[in-house]
């Protein structure tokens, strides 16, 4: 097609859902430029079996090690007519940090045209890729996502999507009689498919987000540019089924997304508000605070501890703070 493509992929202690992943990227019925691989201080045996699948230690190369405050070190090899490059970061900056580094890393080394993103986790189909890249050329489009199936049931979405007419489905294929081809909305990064242009004016992700709304965020500020993201509902990419509980309250009146891992709810919590705040959805804030504060005295039979650590990750999303989550993390909670 004439077109470079770069694939970012970030991974961390996933080391089977990422060689199904990567061997999926290599599978692709159109050749990809570069395969930039960032490795997120994984603790398993992912540099192990990344080292013995493409010989690194061959090839290692010194290239740029440092992005900012993001350290790494990186090597380069070669995979059928691909180039792939290691990044090794130093420390885990989340799923956020890998791919602004991966992103910045492919803008500022390598000449590409497409920059093709996805964690770890999912994989795409055989022609994922290819229908991505024609789409994007034949409708001019710089931001293009698949559709997100559930990886273990094809049929499925791996969440519910709203029709055109607002009501939700989890059936693949009612969702796309109901919108056609394109679909006017996207659930980013799985599989995205973003044009040079996306990364000029837009830039990077946010790495200090660290997990949990990163890709919205970027989502946001692509649509105040003036670009509109869409989903091309014939792409296919494969995900795990939404892992954040979506919890009743208010005598099933309401839903409200929760999850025991102080970690992740601190990051979603604190990450959405910094997003209400900025993108024209402030409202949301106050009452968001109503539903949780609901939430954790009657739903949760007066979880004290988990109101407090809602209220600390809004004041942390209002204020800009980005490090109260290193306490979390280091707990591993």
């Keep these: 097609m004439g077109n470079s493509i770069s694939a970012v992929i970030v991974t961390f202690n996933r080391q089977n859902d990422f060689l199904r992943c990567i061997d999926a990227v290599f599978m692709q019925s159109i050749n990809l430029d570069n395969v930039i691989i960032v490795n997120n ?3 398993d ?8 699948k493409f010989s690194f230690s061959q090839y290692t190369e010194k290239l740029p090690i440092e992005t900012d405050d993001v350290v790494y070190e990186a090597s380069v090899s070669k995979f059928n007519e691909s180039v792939i490059y290691l990044l090794n970061l130093q420390k885990n900056t989340g799923g956020a940090g890998g791919f602004y580094t991966g992103l910045k890393f492919a803008h500022q080394n390598l000449k590409t045209d497409y920059y093709w993103l996805m964690d770890d986790d999912g994989y795409p189909s055989d022609n994922c890729l290819e229908m991505l890249v024609s789409k994007s050329l034949s409708d001019k489009l710089d931001y293009v996502m698949p ?15 709203h029709k055109p007419n607002k009501e939700k489905t989890d059936a693949y294929q009612e969702l796309r009689d109901s919108w056609g081809p394109i679909m006017d909305f996207v659930v980013p990064f799985n599989g995205v ?15 200090d987000f660290f997990i949990w ?3 919205y965020e970027h989502f946001f500020r692509c649509k105040k540019a003036g670009f509109n993201p869409v989903t091309y509902l014939d792409a296919k990419f494969y995900h795990p089924s ?3 509980s979506s919890c009743k309250m208010c005598f099933g009146l309401f839903r409200i997304s929760y999850t025991e891992s102080k970690l992740r709810f601190y990051c979603m919590i604190r990450n959405w508000t910094y997003i209400y705040l900025r993108y024209n959805q402030k409202i949301k ?3 968001k605070y109503l ?3 609901w939430f954790f005295m009657f739903t949760r039979h007066f979880d004290i501890a988990g109101w407090k650590l809602y209220k600390k990750a809004v004041k942390a999303g209002k204020t800009n703070d980005f490090t109260g989550h290193f306490e979390y993390l280091i707990k591993k909670s």
Excluded: C, R
């Excluded at 045996?45 to 013995?52: D, P, Q, S, V, Y």
């Excluded at 997100?148 to 969440?159: F, P, Q, Y």
């Design 45 to 52: 045996n992912t540099l192990k079996i990344l080292n013995e």
């Design 147 to 161: 559709v997100s199936l559930d990886i273990n049931h094809h049929e499925k979405l791996s969440w519910f999507v």
């Design 242 to 244: 939404q892992t954040v």
């Design 193 to 207: 498919l973003l044009t040079k242009n996306i990364v000029e004016n837009v830039g990077y992700i946010n790495k």
């Design 41 to 43: 201080a994984s603790t």
């Design 285 to 287: 804030v106050p009452i």
């Design 291 to 293: 539903m949780y504060l």
């Design 213 to 215: 709304g990163d890709d």
